[in-house]
């Protein structure tokens, strides 16, 4: 063989090398990425045309696949769309997925290798794999309580409601204002699809937002329970130490000061840190801030979950923060829940729980089990602590014994249940000068044994700037969602 022909040989072999290479990493390695890519238009009508397993919350459906007459087949419906669309989310055509109809996909879809014998069975009997289906954490009646009072703030206002089971991390509602309805986006009527989208993507309002783990907001004074929590760890202080009280707190290196609210017991001078927390003193707390450092605040911040993603289950949980090196004043700042403190509705429901649970943290989650089409469970959630000593369980108690006055005789007394003891805080996040204040309230109950933890955000209600509080708005939708899992 003369050397221009072996040469030829060798490009050649090297060619069909390469193409073997490529179709294998195709079907083997990268078969999986190619079938999820959203514009994949054969596996897309492909995935369209098989039965989609359900979504269920309280044994109900609250999304599943009904039967068409079009090329389709099958239609995802929504059951109670507005009240769970940013849960379940949306199973789009054009738009892919979002919600547990993402997190899920594989189960939903009937993908998962944990359904291979189903698949196998449905082509030996010349059908289409069927999807298996999701049991949530969610309990309905909480949720729709959760709803009915978010909607009851007025038309125009934005909140969330996020309840957790403080044994377990079990998501027991998960609510956001405004909302939207997903069967608009998994029509088969594309034109409309696109419409609804262009529409709800560039809303200002941001429905398809999902406030309670989505976005972060000033925390105000709910962020006291965690600088308490540093005070009453540091071995420094405990619920008798005095702390600062009067109507202003001197800030060093400026002129300016921290004030109290007008019209809180925050006495003249010293007070006890249990009537700090109680009337929600800024002065004290400031003070706490400045003694302690940003460290130690940052230290306990991040024990209760910030700074961290902990939500595995539900696409698009937001990190909440405290701020990497804040001065002295906004050390104090910060320290009220203020300066560049951010936190979503999940966190601070994650720091009520911690609280509620003896000083441990469990990692939230809103699937409880994923079952194969058959109804056989595939998969169960087994309850996880995402950090073990965030408190010490004396600390806790002592923590929980504080909530309790601020329900009984402080700012949270809307809060109060009839024969319950409710542990719970107010906060008012300031915001600019021509912006409403956001409102706030966590809690848990029944305090001597908590079943659910619950964090409210109201921001932007429909009321007068003077009647935006904590107590005023917040407190009475938590008091609600706690009673419907209390009373359930």
Not at 69 to 74: E, H, P
Not at 103 to 124: A, C, T, Y
Not at 435 to 441: E, L, V
Request: aromatic share 6%; proline share 7%.
């Amino acid at each position: 063989m003369n050397k221009p022909i072996r040469a030829m040989s060798i490009f050649c072999l090297l060619l069909f090398v390469a193409l073997l290479l490529n179709a294998t990493w195709l079907q083997y390695v990268d078969a999986n990425a190619l079938n999820g890519k959203v514009d994949n238009k054969r596996v897309r009508d492909a995935e369209f045309s098989r039965k989609r397993g359900a979504i269920l919350a309280g044994g109900a459906s609250v999304a599943e696949s009904v039967r068409t007459s079009d090329q389709y087949k099958y239609q995802r419906v929504y059951k109670q769309p507005r009240k769970y669309a940013h849960i379940t989310g949306y199973y789009s055509y054009l738009y892919g997925r979002s919600g547990v109809e993402q997190s899920e996909n594989d189960i939903l879809s009937g993908s998962d290798p944990r359904l291979f014998v189903n698949r196998v069975v449905d082509m030996l009997g010349n059908s289409q794999p069927k999807g298996g289906s999701v049991a949530l954490t969610v309990d309905p009646q909480a949720q729709n309580r959760a709803v009915q009072g978010l909607g009851n703030l007025g038309r125009d206002a934005k909140g969330a409601v996020v309840a957790l089971e403080p044994s377990t991390g079990k998501i027991l509602a998960l609510a956001s204002t405004p909302t939207y309805d997903p069967n608009k986006l998994a029509s088969h009527d594309f034109a409309a699809v696109q419409k609804a989208y262009e529409r709800l993507s560039t809303s200002k309002d941001q429905k398809m937002l999902d406030r309670g783990i989505q976005e972060t907001y000033p925390p105000g004074s709910t962020f006291k329970l965690v600088t308490a929590a540093a005070a009453l760890s540091s071995g420094q202080y405990t619920p008798n130490t005095p702390v600062a009280g009067g109507s202003s707190l001197d800030l060093p290196q400026t002129t300016a000061n921290l004030p109290n609210e007008p019209g809180l017991d925050c006495g003249t001078d010293r007070i006890p840190l249990t009537q700090a927390l109680e009337n929600s003193c800024n002065t004290a707390f400031g003070e706490i801030g400045l003694k302690l450092g940003d460290d130690a605040l940052r230290e306990q911040a991040q024990k209760f979950g910030f700074d961290q993603t902990y939500l595995e289950d539900l696409p698009g949980q937001v990190r909440s923060r405290f701020p990497a090196n804040p001065d002295e004043p906004q050390t104090a700042l910060s320290a009220i829940g203020q300066y560049d403190v951010a936190a979503t509705p999940l966190q601070m429901a994650m720091v009520a729980s911690g609280i509620a649970n003896g000083g441990t943290v469990m990692r939230p989650y809103i699937v409880d089990e994923v079952r194969a089409p058959d109804l056989s469970v595939l998969d169960k959630t087994n309850p996880e602590a995402f950090r073990s000593n965030a408190v010490s369980s004396s600390v806790a108690r002592e923590l929980t014994q504080m909530m309790i006055e601020v329900v009984d005789n402080g700012t949270g007394q809307t809060a109060q249940m009839p024969g319950i003891k409710v542990a719970g805080k107010t906060g008012t996040a300031q915001r600019g000068p021509d912006q409403a204040p956001y409102a706030w309230f966590v809690s848990f109950a029944p305090a001597d044994d908590p079943q659910v933890a619950v964090a409210v955000l109201v921001d932007d209600p429909s009321v007068p700037r003077g009647e935006i509080s904590g107590s005023g708005l917040a407190a009475p939708i938590a008091k609600s969602v706690m009673d419907a899992v209390i009373n359930r």
